[in-house]
């Protein structure tokens, strides 16, 4: 037995996304695969505690690294857009350190930089230099016949959801930063 589940998480969200993923194991959903963007494949399984990890590696991972990974246990399940999945029985681990991907705040801060070079900058050039000229026309009047209004919206909507994206992203990384020192 399978579900699929809709859910949004921002880049910003990858530890609440973490949690959620153990709950649905605890509740005895297994996330088998994930499709871009936000629905998730889960299989019916026993309830067990498991700890699900993200790192993001947009550029790929290299052999050495996951061999780490399993080394230490880590299971590598999913890959979805830059993300990699991980996940580990608790009752594997006899510490709070063994359920964590990094071994030290400096890596946790650097898994927040690039988050923030290879998305969260992107997404604010996009802004920059396609919704905000596109809602300036809009609102000018620039866009002359049926679509008129069409392309209001829709750059009046682009508008609204980057402003969000991009402030609330930007906010709660900056807090995942300063909460790991960084």
Not at 17 to 38: A, D, F, S, V, Y
Not at 69 to 97: I, N, V
Request: charged share 25%; proline share 3%.
């Amino acid at each position: 037995m399978s579900k699929t589940e809709f859910r949004i998480f921002t880049i910003a969200d990858y530890e609440e996304e973490e949690m959620w993923l153990r709950k649905q194991h605890q509740n005895g959903w297994k996330l088998t695969k994930m499709i871009p963007p936000c629905f998730y494949v889960f299989e019916k399984c026993e309830p067990e505690d498991v700890i699900y990890r993200l790192d993001y590696k947009n550029s790929g991972q290299t052999a050495e690294y996951m061999q780490m990974l399993r080394d230490f246990g880590w299971e590598y399940f999913a890959h979805c857009m830059g993300w990699l999945y991980f996940r580990k029985p608790a009752d594997e681990t006899e510490s709070e350190q063994e359920g964590e991907l990094f071994s030290d705040n400096a890596s946790r801060v650097d898994l927040v930089h690039h988050v923030v070079k290879t998305r969260l900058v992107p997404l604010a050039i996009i802004f920059l230099c396609c919704v905000i000229p596109g809602f300036a026309r809009a609102m000018t009047g620039g866009f002359t016949g049926g679509f008129g209004a069409f392309f209001t919206i829709l750059f009046g909507i682009l508008f609204v959801l980057y402003v969000f994206l991009i402030v609330y992203c930007g906010t709660k990384l900056r807090k995942i930063r300063a909460k790991y020192g960084g």
